[in-house]
């Protein structure tokens, strides 16, 4: 379950109580929301004066963040932040093929070069109202046209948001539209044998902050359209209806508790016109063992409802080669059924963050969860992930990534039991003034329960990025 997103600068320069410990938690990935309910917990476990409303602080933090924002071009009430960067990659096998495949269906590679321009932007338009723009493009060259004709060459990065903060009183208002264009099949885990595939996402809709002194009240709504190109992705088109609710409440001054709710309502508008309703309700626990050590727990339970309109679906279409090999090399087609009611199922999180010192910082997260399936009606996910960042000295970082994952689909025509492996390790170094060079490196495999959808895959990458 998500939180919806909070500023953190606005909670640490808001606060006008004992603010030290509200700072620190602010710099934290899930603080924000513990440092709220620190701040509207002062007033009655340590007796100080009331303090003043989030809303209130952050748009005075709002104020502070326009005037202080790192830009390098202004127009006129806008102010800018540009950096170009250009990236090579090679993959040795794109089109995530098993290695007992051969041919012009097995493991494919290629070398790809994407030039990309990211831009930050930010008007404040009022005293306390402020509209920003995050945006990163991508354009892809490929040596080997290893991506299937309809796939498209341009990328838009996954965190470009236009959004726009309004404060009443002590409501704060974030309306915003969030989008994306990528085509990395290897997001999705049961993405096997495949000539690959554009994924646009947009989605626009609303949160509310409420402070209530005591408890903070979070909520939004979003309609997400997700668009596929390439290969037969287009069946799995969809349009959605996402809402969440949480209540924060402070037990003491290092543990939160809280509930949080959420609803996903989604129609797949492919071949096969589809309903599914996704419902989570649980609670929440966020402590902080020590300065430096925190804690999240979290739980409940999760009903998913299917309803599906009878027609033709995709469905596995197997060949055999030469050599008398069976192999996959597509999807074809098969009579759906009507299939709806009530599954009850549950989900968990636990997730511990720490500072180990100055330079290294690290996480690891481990859960179950139920998600909206890609060829399927739902997908049961147990994982357990571990990152971490080592700061080696003012010029170099170095970041390590590794998880694993276990996938159960449901109510598909032929379900998938998977697990996945994934690892990377990548550093950055600044080579002089504005210009850094960055290296990464990513090993991807999965072992499946299906004939032929296992594969192993091995990418590296080396990018230079230009800050103006």
Same mark, same amino acid.
């Given at each position: ?18 603010? #030290? =410990? ?19 917990? @002062? ?47 090679? %993959? ?64 838009? *990065?996954? %965190? ?50 409420? @402070? ?25 088109? =969809?349009? /959605? ?24 309502? /989604? ?8 309903? $599914? ?26 009903? +998913?409802?299917?309803? $599906? ?6 469905? $596995?279409?197997?060949?055999?080669? +030469? ?15 009507? %299939? ?26 481990? #859960? ?16 357990? =992930? ?7 000295? +003012? ?14 689909? /449901? ?11 994934? *690892? ?11 210009? /850094? ?15 032929? =959808?296992?594969?192993? $895959? ?11």
């Amino acid at each position: 379950m998500v939180q919806p997103p909070v500023q953190t600068e606005a909670i640490a320069g808001g606060h006008k109580g004992p603010t #030290g =410990r509200v700072r620190l938690l602010a710099r934290w990935p899930c603080g924000p929301i513990l440092a709220l309910v620190l701040l509207a917990g @002062d007033a009655a476990f340590a007796q100080v004066p009331a303090r003043p409303s989030f809303a209130g602080s952050a748009a005075a933090a709002g104020r502070r963040r326009g005037d202080e924002v790192d830009y390098n071009l202004r127009l006129g009430p806008i102010r800018l932040k540009l950096n170009a960067g250009l990236q090579f990659e090679y %993959d040795d096998n794109v089109n995530l093929a098993d290695e007992r495949i051969s041919g012009e269906f097995g493991p494919q590679s290629d070398f790809f070069i994407r030039p990309q321009l990211n831009m930050i932007a930010s008007w404040q338009v009022t005293q306390i109202n402020r509209l920003s723009l995050r945006l990163g493009m991508g354009y892809e060259f490929s040596l080997n046209d290893s991506r299937d004709t309809d796939v498209s060459p341009f990328t838009l *990065a996954p %965190d470009s948001e236009l959004g726009f903060d309004i404060f009443i009183g002590d409501v704060r208002i974030n309306l915003h539209d969030r989008f994306s264009l990528q085509n990395n099949p290897v997001s999705q885990a049961t993405s096997v044998n495949t000539g690959g595939y554009s994924l646009f996402t947009n989605a626009a809709g609303i949160s509310v902050l409420w @402070d209530l002194n005591d408890v903070v009240v979070t909520g939004g709504y979003d309609y997400i359209i997700e668009r596929y190109t390439g290969g037969s992705a287009e069946a799995n088109d =969809r349009d /959605s209806h996402q809402l969440q609710l949480s209540v924060a409440f402070l037990l003491n001054e290092t543990t939160t508790t809280g509930i949080q709710g959420s609803a996903l309502l /989604s129609t797949r508008t492919g071949i096969t016109q589809e309903e $599914q309703s996704l419902y989570s309700l649980g609670p929440f626990l966020e402590f902080q063992l020590t300065p430096y050590t925190r804690f999240v727990i979290s739980g409940g339970a999760q009903l +998913s409802e299917t309803e $599906q309109n009878a027609g033709t679906v995709g469905q $596995q279409r197997f060949v055999i080669g +030469s050599d008398g090999e069976i192999f996959e090399i597509g999807s074809g087609g098969g009579e759906a059924t009507e %299939d709806s009611g009530g599954d009850l199922g549950f989900y968990w999180t636990v997730a511990a963050y720490n500072r180990l010192n100055v330079w290294y910082n690290h996480s690891l997260t481990a #859960g179950h969860e139920r998600q909206v399936g890609l060829g399927a009606n739902y997908v049961d996910i147990d994982y357990i =992930r571990y990152s971490a960042s080592w700061r080696v000295n +003012s010029n170099i970082t170095l970041d390590l990534t590794t998880g694993f994952e276990h996938y159960e689909e /449901s109510q598909g025509l032929n379900p998938e039991t998977l697990n996945r492996w994934q *690892a990377g390790i990548g550093f950055s170094y600044r080579l002089r003034g504005n210009l /850094s060079t960055t290296f990464r490196y990513n090993f991807n495999t999965k072992s499946s329960d299906l004939a032929l =959808r296992d594969y192993q $895959q091995n990418v590296v990458t080396v990018g230079l990025v230009y800050d103006f």
